[in-house]
């Protein structure tokens, strides 16, 4: 493993050499190694929300649906000043990979938001994670994408983001 963390920093890098070293050692045929290697689907978006001073902020977010073949997407979502996309992805298909290891019927996904949560209140991060939510709200649902907890946070913004995808269900 160091060695392939040597070679470069890109996560999404790390995660596709990773990737390559079991597949080979599986002996994958080249169309799985393909569709394996690379994202389903990237989402890029501006997160506009109003901060508790009345001004606003305006940070980028990202969801990244590695592979869906296995069922619904499923991944938390990450909240840091420098998450990339890169590390979205690698993040995403880590995931993959975690639930085909232990058979659970999900692909693997993830999300992330450019902002450092320790700057904002309770209040902003809600805020925050209701109109992410609503921006990604095209690709995630209970039979496309679930976004679920990341394992630095209580969960508290991601029960905001359910009530707001359950707001939008019912009004559609």
């Known amino acids: 493993m160091s060695l392939v963390l040597e070679k470069t920093r890109n996560p999404f890098e790390v ?20 569709k394996l290697r690379v ?9 506009p929300f109003e901060r508790d001073d009345g001004t606003w902020m305006v940070v980028q977010g990202h969801r990244v649906q590695h592979d869906v073949s296995r069922g619904p997407a499923k991944g938390g979502i990450r909240y840091h000043p420098q998450v990339t996309l890169d590390e979205v992805k690698a993040l995403a298909a880590w995931m993959t990979w975690k639930c085909g290891v232990v058979n659970l019927p999900y692909g693997g996904a993830k999300g992330g938001i450019e902002v450092d949560p320790k700057k904002l209140s309770l209040h902003e991060l809600e805020r925050m994670t209701r109109r992410y939510t609503n921006e990604i709200a095209i690709i995630i649902g209970p039979e496309k994408d679930i976004p679920a907890p ?23």
Do not use: H, N, Y
């Not at 990341?150 to 559609?172: F, Q, W």
């Open 15 to 34: 995660a596709q050499r990773q990737f390559d070293i079991a597949a080979d050692a599986l002996g994958l045929e080249e169309g799985i190694r393909l």
């Open 39 to 47: 994202p389903r689907r990237c989402l890029t978006v501006s997160v």
């Open 150 to 172: 990341d394992v630095s946070d209580e969960g508290k913004p991601r029960r905001a983001g359910a009530r707001t995808r359950s707001r939008r269900r019912a009004s559609t």
